[in-house]
Structures are given as C-alpha cells and as structure tokens.
C-alpha cells in the first residue's frame, strides 16, 4: 500500500507544510543535519499511514517489519521524491489527497475522509558508492544490514508471544509443538481428524492487536479492512493435510464443532524464518477460530480408477 498510495496531489498549503512539486506537501519534524538522501541509496523507513481522522491504514511499527528500498527517482507529487530532502534519523509527515491519488474510472479504497497522512523515520541509509568495486561493498553492507534485522526479529519473537498471552490474561494449553491455544467457547460432538473439512470464520491479528485479515464482515468493517469483493462467509479448510499453516491443523483438531478459541501461534508452526507477504520473518501470530461445521469424506464415495501400467520390456543382454 506504501507504493500503491505513491501519487497524489494537494492544492496549497497548510501550517508547517512545504510544497513539494506535483503539489505534495510535507513537514520535516526531526532533522539530523546529515547527508541528503540520494536516488539509488538503499532506505529502511517505518511508516504509519492514517486517514485525515486520525484512523490507522496500516503501520510497519505494528507488523514488526520497516520498509526496505532501494531509493527511485519519484515523479512530481510521488511520495517517494520527498526522501531526497531526508537524512537518517529524520522524521516527516507528508500528506497526499485521495480524490488527486484516484483519478477518475480507478476504484476509490474503502477508506474515510479527504487525505491520506504519512509518518515518515527514515532509519537507516546506506548510501551507493562509486567505482571499482563499490558495488560489491554497498551489497555487502545491506546484506549485512539485512541479516541483523532477521537476527532482532528471531530475538524478539519469544518475548512478543508471551507479552501476548501475558497482557490478554489468557489462560490455555501450550502443545509439544509450540502452538498455544484457549478455547473461549466450547462445542459439541467430535473434532475434526485428518481428512475432514473444517468450515470456518477467522480473525488474523498481530501481536499488537491489529487485524490484518478476516473473513467476519462486522470485524472487517470495524478494523479497515473490509473488502466488498470478498464473500464474507466461512471458509473451507481440509484438516491436517498441509493445506494451511501446521498452527492451523494441529489447533483445528483440538476443537468440537461449535467451539470458539484463541490460537497463539509461533512463526514456525506459522510462516517462519521467511515471512510472507506483510508478515516479517519470526513473527507469531494470533488466529480467533470458530468452527461451525465438520464435513466428514463420504466413505462411499467413487474413487478414482488406479491407473493402469504398461510392464516395462526387459532387454537381456546378448551373449558372443
């Protein structure tokens, strides 16, 4: 969304703000004084997106995960251009206009208000060098840079799911694997085993609270994420079959159809070292489960015909 929201326009200014060309306007609230920012330099910014009501889009601060770039050269009124006046240890807001950012016939996101609002920290530049071999060395040093933040991350995680538990005063069961779960509403009837389909609503949060996906309209509308093109109904998931996260399919079968819980779930029942998409590497995750139905297989279901193997001709080996 950091580079989906990236053009955009405001007629004039406000107090404090600067006019950046293309009618960007922005307001540099800490400024160390070092070297600018240039285009090509690599950046690791956190940011904090928020519509004009003070209402969160979205934050790196509470994924656990800064925005890493190599610095391109923005056009007039895209955000990025703004990095060129920044140094590291600088922070910026920069305000860009939705009606400017949509042009007409694209599809306006489901948010509030007139404006968009960035909260910019520039927190660490490694700037390009030049000549022979500085290639080598700017690539070496990110890398390096790189690997001390899966170091944080993986450090971290520990501390973040306890913190979770902790501070929610949630009282469950830890499983051998790690997964964490605590059933706020019991169900009835057996539990889903390998092979059943389990039908579900899911809230996704970060261990900061934030929902990041749902498929329970209420929850999405209140939490800005709601999608119109999305069903909102409950989802299909096979049981214990590696279709879903292992969280998934170990905590699923410890709950009876009806039931409701909480699960807790460490990166490596989870996404692990990698991460995926907006989840950073090492990060635990928070699952409210309902299971409302079990589909069991259909024992007497057709299966489908083995297929048939032609033998394989056997070349003896000729004798003199």
């Not at 006046?85 to 599809?107: C, H, P, Q, W, Y």
């Not at 991350?153 to 694997?177: H, Q």
Request: hydrophobic fraction near 40%; charged fraction near 25%.
């Amino acid at each position: 969304m950091f580079l989906a929201l990236a053009t955009i326009g405001l007629a004039s200014c406000n107090g404090g703000y600067k006019q950046a060309p293309g009618g960007l306007l922005y307001n540099i609230h800490i400024d160390k004084g070092g070297p600018k920012i240039k285009v090509g330099d690599f950046i690791s910014v956190n940011v904090v997106a928020k519509t004009d009501a003070d209402s969160v889009i979205f934050s790196t601060y509470e994924q656990g995960n800064r925005s890493d770039r190599i610095l391109q050269k923005g056009a007039p009124g895209d955000v990025m251009s703004v990095f060129t006046n920044l140094a590291e240890g600088d922070s910026a807001t920069v305000k860009t206009n939705m009606d400017s950012l949509f042009k007409k016939g694209m599809r306006r996101p489901p948010i509030k208000g007139k404006y968009i609002v960035y909260e910019i920290k520039v927190e660490k530049v490694i700037s390009k060098g030049i000549g022979k071999g500085a290639d080598t060395v700017w690539n070496a040093q990110i890398k390096k840079y790189m690997d001390s933040q899966v170091v944080v991350a993986r450090k971290a995680e520990a501390s973040k799911f306890k913190k979770y538990i902790d501070d929610n005063k949630l009282v469950g069961i830890n499983t051998p694997d790690g997964l964490f779960y605590t059933i706020t509403k019991p169900g009835t009837g057996d539990k889903p085993a390998v092979g059943d389909t389990a039908e579900v609503f899911y809230v996704a949060r970060f261990t900061s609270g934030k929902v990041f996906e749902t498929n329970v309209k209420e929850i999405a509308q209140k939490n800005n994420a709601y999608n119109p093109g999305l069903p909102y109904k409950a989802i299909r998931i096979p049981v214990g079959v590696k279709k879903v996260i292992p969280g998934w399919d170990e905590g699923l079968m410890q709950l009876n159809k009806g039931a409701k819980a909480t699960f807790v779930v460490p990166s490596k029942l989870g996404y692990g070292e990698q991460g995926f998409q907006i989840i950073p590497p090492f990060t635990p995750l928070v699952f409210d489960i309902e299971l409302v139905n079990i589909i069991h297989p259909d024992p007497n279901a057709s299966k489908p015909a083995a297929p048939v193997l032609k033998p394989t001709v056997q070349v003896k080996p000729t004798t003199k």
